[in-house]
T-cell receptor, first 112, second 115 residues
């Protein structure tokens, strides 16, 4: 079983601060996805990273895939209360696989 | 498209009763997944289907759980008999073969409470 460890588990910050959350594994993934889940809803895809070393930006969110494709990070600049939610990373094991393995998530609270 | 539709949104049942959760995937998606989410264990894959055929049910906790997909637009997850430890949020998700890039589309979930 390929496991994804996310850290920190919980994060509470003030509006305007920057933060980084991490997703680590001992296994190689062919691609890695980040989802955000709001209370009472299902996870919603934010981004997919495919190439080792890849960096993608989505407004104030920056996603990076590690060179060895075993880890990823999500950096949020100037966090806003609307960023509050559970951030999940999910990995695809290999080519031809349609099965995602999810981390347990980082629960982010941004205080106004 | 209305997205993945799950029903009911909330279910409270007594221990020993049968529970049936329902899911309508996005039209044109040929993969369907059932997940269970708890604080302790996060999102766990229970079973997934491709073109209505169960492919991997190794995540189904025990024989009390069963899932069917009689056609491309409907799937059920049944628990019989239910137990308090089955209390969780159950999600259905669907995808195409391009899930490795475009990801899964999740429903809003069914919050199951077994008392």
């Amino acid at each position: 079983t390929q496991l994804l460890e996310q850290s920190p588990q919980f994060l509470s910050i003030q509006e305007g601060e920057n933060l980084t959350v991490y997703c680590n594994s001992s296994s190689v993934f062919s691609s890695l996805q980040w989802y955000r889940q709001e209370p009472g809803e299902g996870p919603v895809l934010l981004v997919t990273v495919v190439t080792g070393g890849e960096v993608k930006k989505l407004k104030r969110l920056t996603f990076q895939f590690g060179d060895a494709r075993k880890d990823s990070s999500l950096h949020i600049t100037a966090a806003q209360p609307g960023d509050t939610g559970l951030y999940l990373c999910a990995g695809v094991a290999g080519a031809g696989s349609y099965q995602l393995t999810f981390g347990k998530g980082t629960k982010l609270s941004v205080i106004p | 498209d209305a997205g993945v539709i799950q029903s009911p949104r909330h279910e409270v049942t007594e221990m020993g009763q049968e529970v049936t959760l329902r899911c309508k995937p996005i039209s044109g998606h040929d993969y369907l997944f059932w997940y269970r989410q708890t604080m302790m264990r996060g999102l766990e894959l229970l079973i997934y289907f491709n073109n209505n055929v169960p492919i991997d049910d190794s995540g189904m906790p025990e024989d009390r759980f069963s899932a069917k997909m009689p056609n491309a637009s409907f799937s059920t997850l049944k628990i019989q008999p239910s137990e308090p430890r089955d209390s969780a949020v159950y999600f259905c998700a669907s995808s195409t073969r391009a899930a490795t890039y475009y990801g899964y589309t999740f429903g809003s979930g069914t919050r199951l409470t077994v008392v």
